[in-house]
Every structure is written in structure tokens, then in C-alpha cells.
């Protein structure tokens, strides 16, 4: 018997507006579009949802804004059956990323955060829900200090911290310290370097390569699913998602899952909506019993 693990996610929450095309524009050009979608996101909440979608219980530390994206993003958590009693209104906008995604998957992606940059301070019970909770999942989209001081918590408390460093950028030496697993792309993983080093567990996706694992117990690649890519946005953050709500299996089975999550993203258009259940997933790796959620 395995009870589901218990993930706070802190993080970021969006409106995707989603625009397809043949291709993306270059600079100074103009090319139509061939359709959008308007998809709630955020790298905090994309991966919050994909958590729980592979059977973790799961709470939410974010911050929205006051405007016409208030309603849906509140509802899209709890349609997901995510916890959202930590997230806060705050006044201004919420935060935006605005993505071309050209035909074969790829995508751009700016993004504006809004109200997730005025997420600059944790009260008592965002701290408890941190303590309480198993594993505490991070991105970069909020302010650092706000990762820092989460992390602080949660290492204090037991709590296992996963950080995905991104967007990438200098980080303080006292966050380094608190971060357990960390997961990046390969990308990030070159910018980053060294710091990486004092790690214990690193996790490395190479999108349709697989994920390769670096850890006390020795390194290990894993390959991914082969799948019809339709739309990469979310696929990483269906990986972490899913890594984080499996990761009390130990980092093998963890990361089968984890790549088998985000292959399965990559074949829907729009972020939150591609994310797959634990079925899907188990499904999809012919393993009923690596469903992190299972009982059996």
C-alpha cells in the first residue's frame, strides 16, 4: 500500500494566449496566423496539474491579479482538483505568456508575469502548507526570494525541495543549499554549469532523447516514448509535474514516468490541456503498478 504523496506547488499561474502558424516570424516580419486558443498556464500551475494528475495530492502557493482572467484561472485549479486556498488576488494585472507554436510543435513564448512578480511574501499558512507537505516544487517565474524563503521552510520542516530553474538565472548561494533534486533541460543545464555540481539529484530532458538522471547511486539515461509531437508548450512541465509526484518511488521509476508524461503532453495543443492523466501515462508505459498513485 502507498499513500499519495503530498506536493505544495509555489509558483507561477498565467493566461496562455496561443497562436499556431506555419512558421514563426522572423524579426521585422509579419506571417498569419492558422488559429488560438486562449489555455490557463503558468509553469507553477502546468505543473501543480500534472502532479495531480498523476494522483499526488496537491496545494498551490500563487498569486492572480484582479481582471478578466481572475475567473478561469481560479477555476481551472480547482477543476484539476488542485488545491487553491494559497492562492491570493492581488491588484493589477495576472501574469500572460504569449506563444506562437509554428506547424511541427515548436514554439516561442513570452512571457509577462504580472501578478506572479508581486508574489513577494509567504504568511503562516502558505509555511504550514510547506511543512505539511512531502515535496515543495519550484520554478523561476516568481521572485527568487520567494523560492528562497519557501525552500528555507520546507528544508527546516523535512520537506523534500525540487526546483526547476526557469527561466534561468543567477541564483543566491542560499537557495543552491536548500534545493534536493533539480530538473533542467539541456539548455539550462549549459548555462548553469558547475552550480549544478552541489546538487544531489539532477535531472536532464532532452525532449524527445528522454531524461538523463545524475545522483548518489550512479547516473542513468532514460528514453522517451515515441509519440506524434502536435504542440511541445507544457511538455516540461508535465515532466516535473509528474517526476515530483512520483519521485517517493525512487529516481528509475520516477523518471519513466516523468518521460512518458511529458511525451504524452507533447500531442495536444495547449499547455494545461495536454497534461495526461495516470492512467494514460501507465498506459502508455504498459506498467499499471508505476502509477505513483496506485494502491495496488
Not at 532523447?209 to 508548450?233: F, I, M, N, Q
Request: with cysteine; aromatic share 2%; glycine share 12%.
Amino acid at each position: 500500500m502507498t499513500k499519495p504523496p503530498k506536493v505544495a506547488v509555489l509558483g507561477s499561474i498565467n493566461m496562455d494566449l496561443v497562436c499556431t502558424t506555419e512558421k514563426r516570424p522572423e524579426p521585422g516580419e509579419t506571417v498569419l496566423g492558422t488559429g488560438f486558443t486562449m489555455v490557463p498556464g503558468g509553469k507553477g500551475a502546468n505543473q501543480a496539474i500534472a502532479a495531480r494528475r498523476s494522483d499526488a495530492l496537491v496545494e498551490f502557493l500563487g498569486a492572480i491579479g484582479r481582471d478578466m482572467f481572475t475567473t478561469p484561472l481560479r477555476e481551472v485549479l480547482n477543476d484539476s482538483d488542485v488545491g487553491g486556498a494559497r492562492l491570493r488576488s492581488l491588484p493589477g494585472s495576472s501574469g500572460v505568456a504569449t506563444i506562437v507554436v509554428e506547424q511541427g510543435g515548436e514554439n516561442s513564448i513570452i512571457v509577462t508575469p504580472g501578478a506572479n512578480a508581486r508574489l513577494t511574501e509567504l504568511d503562516d499558512a502558505d509555511l504550514e502548507t510547506i511543512a505539511e507537505a512531502d515535496i515543495l516544487l519550484c520554478q523561476l517565474e516568481i521572485p527568487v526570494e520567494t523560492v528562497t524563503a519557501g525552500a528555507r521552510h520546507a528544508r527546516a520542516h523535512g520537506t523534500t525541495v525540487i526546483l526547476n530553474p526557469s527561466p534561468v538565472r543567477e541564483l543566491p548561494e542560499e537557495l543552491w543549499r536548500e534545493i534536493d533534486v533539480a530538473v533542467v533541460n539541456s539548455g539550462e543545464a549549459d548555462r548553469l554549469g558547475t552550480a549544478l555540481d552541489r546538487i544531489a539529484h539532477v535531472i536532464t530532458t532532452r525532449g524527445a532523447d528522454g531524461a538523463d538522471y545524475r545522483g548518489p547511486g550512479g547516473e542513468l539515461h532514460c528514453p522517451s516514448p515515441k509519440v506524434r509531437v502536435v504542440d511541445t508548450t507544457g511538455a516540461g512541465d508535465a515532466f516535473t509535474g509528474a517526476l515530483a509526484a512520483a519521485w517517493h518511488r525512487g529516481p528509475e521509476r520516477a523518471l519513466a514516468w516523468a518521460c512518458a508524461a511529458g511525451a504524452l503532453a507533447a500531442t495536444e495543443l495547449g499547455a494545461s490541456k495536454s497534461i495526461p492523466d495516470a492512467d494514460s501515462i501507465a498506459m502508455l508505459l504498459g506498467d499499471p503498478l508505476l502509477n505513483p498513485g496506485s494502491n495496488r
